[in-house]
């Protein structure tokens, strides 16, 4: 069970991988919203971090790279660099992770250093559930509060993206394998220090024993030598 729940953890860490770097080059963060005016589809408007995609009737899909970093609005600018550091987090929490797994030739026999390598991945993958899913929160709420703005025009307002649900889908996955791997963490922590306190208990009732044994040596020894006084005498 225990090896298995490591297994898992894994398998789900590679769906982050994945998750996180789709997220990252999907242009579908904001699309475009097909009310009022904008009701007749007509023209189809994708954006995301790094282009923007157009298409309209009988024509194929067309995407432009962005210009300027400046020209994004905030949240976008901070999505770039916030998915970049979760795809960095990720990857690195893969690496530790399988280098703290109970059978991998890492570290040896020290299960200290094992221990402390999984508790390590799994808060690497806790801050990178942290860093995916404020960009494509932040995202998603700008895009509500500017659908429900009275100001904008019906061709101005935008819908969210595939790339916003599968950011929150992979926010969850994120979050479970930190979850699961301090979990086994904990649970191999307590079963090192029940092996240690086993090895400090045989260790103390060794050396109570050796004592007593050498206490009942010197009572012979003295036992002997008190009877040899008495035939002495």
Known sequence: ???????????????????TIAITALPTWKVSAFIGANLIVMEELWEGLWMTCYRQIDI???????DSLLILPA??????????????LVLIALIVTACGFQRSNCCGD????????????GCLYLLSFLTTLIPV????????????????????????????????????VLLATG??????????R?????????????????EEKSVVKEDS????????????????V
């Not at 949240?75 to 960095?88: D, P």
Request: proline residues 1%.
């Open 1 to 19: 069970m225990n090896a298995k729940l490591e297994i898992l953890a894994l398998i789900l860490g590679f769906f982050g991988l994945f998750g």
């Open 137 to 172: 929160s932040w995202v998603a709420h700008s895009i509500i509060s500017q659908f429900y703005n009275p100001t904008l025009l019906d061709s101005q307002k935008r819908e969210l993206g595939q790339a916003i649900f599968i950011g929150w889908g992979t926010s969850g």
């Open 110 to 121: 020290n299960m200290r250093g094992k221990n402390i390598t999984l508790a390590f991945g």
């Open 60 to 66: 194929k899909m067309q995407c432009k790279v962005y």
């Open 217 to 232: 040596v010197y009572r012979a020894k003295a036992g002997s030598s008190f009877h040899k006084v008495q035939e002495y």
């Open 179 to 188: 979850i699961i791997l301090l979990f086994r963490y904990s649970k191999r």
């Open 75 to 88: 949240e976008l600018q901070a999505s770039r660099g916030l998915m970049c550091v979760s795809i960095a």
């Open 190 to 206: 307590s079963k090192e220090e029940e092996e240690q306190e086993d090895h400090y208990n045989d260790a103390y009732l060794m």
